[in-house]
């Protein structure tokens, strides 16, 4: 089974990506790494090839919030993702990304903004892993969670009921079970762990709410 609480690096320096990655090690098994491009989204982040011998102690999910995802994948697959969304919002030809996740063994995925309605991705669930849906506006840490998205999550499973789902943004103590209530397979979770003193005990708060 999945982890259902997966910590999540967004930042443009490496050093603090290495920094971030070093509190994990031995905490969790997955994490999910945000790739920004300046275009799709105004921030920039690290690039992928920075991530090193990270797969050899996490199971990497891989987040492209790019213009022209298809020019990332032989990064993601060089790197040892094991899961790569691409944004339904950053590409004409979703069908075209699809097909060139083909030929790598990760998992795919697609991410859905906040105002995209779930029926845009309805032709391409078919072949998808996983669908993942964010709960704020993307590019930064710390905005507000957006409620209306959980009604999205029981659109999702009801088309795909073996689809996995994940909500990424927002999510804290106060929301955190009503998004599992909703039928989310797992939360990618960012500020609520970094922005504490103890960010593993804060990891571990969140999943003892689950239990």
């Given at each position: 089974?999945?982890?259902k609480?997966?910590?999540?690096?967004?930042t443009?320096?490496?050093?603090?990506?290495?920094?971030?990655?070093?509190?994990?090690?031995?905490q969790?098994?997955?994490?999910?790494?945000?790739?920004?491009?300046?275009?799709?989204?105004?921030?920039?982040?690290?690039?992928?090839?920075?991530?090193?011998?990270a797969?050899?102690?996490?199971?990497?999910?891989?987040?492209?919030?790019?213009?022209?995802?298809?020019?990332?994948?032989?990064?993601?697959?060089?790197?040892?993702?094991?899961?790569?969304?691409?944004?339904?919002?950053?590409?004409?030809?979703?069908?075209?990304?699809?097909?060139?996740?083909?030929?790598?063994s990760?998992?795919k995925g697609?991410?859905?903004?906040?105002?995209?309605?779930?029926?845009?991705?309805?032709?391409?669930?078919?072949?998808?892993d996983?669908?993942?849906?964010?709960?704020?506006?993307?590019?930064?840490?710390g905005?507000?969670?957006?409620p209306?998205?959980?009604?999205?999550?029981?659109?999702?499973?009801?088309?795909?009921?073996?689809?996995?789902?994940?909500?990424?943004?927002?999510i804290?103590?106060?929301?955190?079970?009503?998004?599992?209530?909703?039928?989310?397979?797992?939360?990618?979770?960012?500020?609520?762990?970094?922005?504490?003193?103890?960010?593993?005990?804060?990891?571990?708060?969140?999943?003892?709410?689950?239990?």
């Amino acid at each position: 089974m999945m982890q259902k609480v997966v910590p999540a690096i967004l930042t443009d320096n490496p050093s603090e990506l290495q920094r971030q990655l070093a509190v994990l090690k031995n905490q969790t098994k997955w994490v999910q790494i945000d790739i920004m491009d300046g275009k799709f989204v105004p921030s920039v982040s690290v690039n992928i090839s920075q991530l090193q011998e990270a797969y050899q102690f996490f199971n990497l999910e891989i987040h492209l919030m790019v213009k022209d995802p298809e020019n990332y994948l032989e990064d993601c697959s060089a790197a040892g993702a094991k899961r790569v969304f691409f944004h339904l919002e950053a590409t004409e030809n979703p069908e075209g990304v699809i097909s060139a996740m083909e030929k790598y063994s990760f998992q795919k995925g697609i991410a859905l903004n906040p105002e995209t309605d779930v029926k845009e991705a309805t032709p391409f669930l078919k072949n998808l892993d996983a669908v993942l849906l964010l709960s704020v506006v993307p590019g930064e840490q710390g905005h507000d969670f957006i409620p209306s998205v959980l009604e999205k999550i029981t659109k999702v499973k009801d088309m795909k009921p073996d689809v996995l789902c994940g909500v990424d943004g927002g999510i804290s103590e106060e929301n955190i079970q009503s998004v599992f209530q909703k039928g989310a397979d797992y939360v990618a979770v960012g500020s609520s762990i970094w922005k504490t003193e103890d960010p593993v005990a804060a990891l571990r708060e969140l999943e003892e709410m689950l239990s």
